[in-house]
């Protein structure tokens, strides 16, 4: 080996012997150590950079056009999920559609799973939640209205609590990349299928819970911590949301039937001005354009390092189940140190720029690869949709009622995922066509 010529060269030159002729080195004598270099760079960057190694072998003719059609499903499914995932973290929904585009668009030069679709997932934006509900609540925010009456300053939390989960994500990243350097990806052995469901089943219910005060339209304070969700359901959320259905049961059944047309007719918000009018909830302003990246506040690295660990290993074991599953049905390999890698680097790069924590969501994955997905071409294009939704479109989900989940909801519950998106895809499409003729 080359570091035992090394050493007999050493051991030679220290009791006045010269080296064999044939291993003097020389200008165009060392042709074994720089071919062992090279191929040892080779091999780590094509390691490090998957793409490298199969998108030259890409066969453009047999999965081009299933991957731009996947592609397009799986980016209109992340406008509605991305808007919602990052209200559900506590943060203003501009950032859901940011968390959308970076991650997706790196996983495709660092991933390994060719059908997992990465971005914003509901689990971790409940735990991102209870973070900024329990580091940063509403409270901490009052100022006073006319001297007599208080009100939360958005801006001023939503600017703050955007730091703290940038802070959060790049802590995320550094923890998930080291793993991964480190040959952690075994850990996933441990992680066994009964373990994974149960917790994402758990997790699932909470993300129901979170979301009911939307659907009834309930003002509810911010809880966290052990037993919170029992605190929101039985404790506030429950004789609210029955003193709401009382009250409104007492108006006559004229206006019963009009507040059920709203709910049917939700879509149209924009067009018939529902906030305005009805005081329905919307998802509200979404700017345009790109951010410039910001460097983290490592003043929060102290508050939230736990935390930030254990998004970091649940989002890679949902990640690396999927990648698993996927990969066994359609006879390829993932790595899992490289996926600890890639889904670190997503969440470290994207945490400077106002995205939050990513995982793997299982229903836009399903999605991706029912619908013809069969790489990761396809990220790339469902990225570029959240990328021109970004630039130029992004002003017509302004109005988006938050109670909109529920249409798609209920089609994918009833209908199967591929006619369920296409009826929620349907649906949304509608209320755009009604903004723009109105």
Not at 134 to 153: A, D, K
Not at 316 to 339: P, T
Request: aromatic share 10%; charged share 10%.
């Amino acid at each position: 080996t080359w570091d035992g010529w090394a050493a007999m060269v050493v051991e030679m030159a220290l009791s006045h012997r010269a080296p064999p002729p044939m291993l003097v080195l020389s200008p165009g004598s060392c042709s074994f150590p720089t071919r062992c270099s090279a191929s040892t760079a080779k091999s780590l960057l094509f390691r490090f950079l998957p793409f490298l190694h199969w998108l030259p072998r890409y066969p453009v003719k047999d999965w081009l056009l299933g991957d731009i059609a996947s592609g397009f499903s799986v980016g209109i499914m992340h406008l509605p999920q991305g808007l919602a995932y990052a209200l559900l973290a506590g943060l203003p929904p501009v950032t859901g559609l940011y968390s959308s585009f970076y991650p997706v668009f790196l996983y495709f030069f660092f991933g390994t799973s060719r059908h997992n679709s990465v971005g914003p997932f509901a689990v971790i934006s409940v735990m991102i939640g209870s973070l900024t509900d329990s580091l940063l609540p509403s409270e901490n925010f009052l100022e006073s209205v006319n001297g007599s009456n208080t009100t939360v300053n958005e801006a001023q939390r939503d600017a703050a609590r955007v730091e703290l989960v940038a802070t959060i994500t790049v802590l995320t990243g550094i923890f998930q990349v080291a793993l991964g350097l480190l040959q952690f990806g075994f850990v996933v052995t441990y992680l066994s299928d009964p373990l994974v469901r149960g917790y994402t089943t758990a997790a699932s219910v909470h993300v129901l819970v979170s979301q009911l005060k939307n659907v009834f339209g309930v003002s509810l304070g911010e809880y966290s911590g052990p037993l919170s969700m029992f605190l929101v359901s039985g404790g506030s959320l429950l004789p609210r949301t029955l003193r709401a259905l009382t009250c409104g049961a007492h108006r006559g059944p004229q206006k019963p039937a009009r507040e059920a047309s709203i709910i049917i007719s939700t879509g149209i918000s924009y067009g018939v001005n529902l906030k305005a009018k009805f005081g329905i909830s919307v998802v509200g302003n979404i700017p345009s354009g790109l951010k410039p990246p910001v460097v983290p506040n490592v003043s929060y690295f102290g508050q939230v390092v736990g935390n930030a660990f254990a998004i970091a290993v649940v989002g890679y074991a949902i990640c690396i189940s999927l990648g698993k599953i996927f990969a066994l049905k359609h006879g390829y390999k993932v790595d899992s140190n490289q996926e600890l890698i890639a889904l670190g680097l997503c969440n470290f790069l994207g945490g400077f720029f106002q995205c939050f924590a990513i995982s793997c969501s299982m229903s836009r994955s399903l999605v991706q690869e029912s619908t013809g997905g069969n790489s990761q071409v396809a990220g790339v294009i469902s990225s570029l949709v959240i990328l021109v939704t970004i630039l130029k479109i992004g002003e017509l989900f302004r109005d988006l009622p938050k109670m909109v989940w529920i249409v798609t909801f209920v089609a994918t519950l009833l209908l199967n995922l591929d006619i369920g998106l296409g009826a929620s895809v349907a649906f949304g499409l509608l209320t755009v066509i009604f903004r723009t003729q109105l």
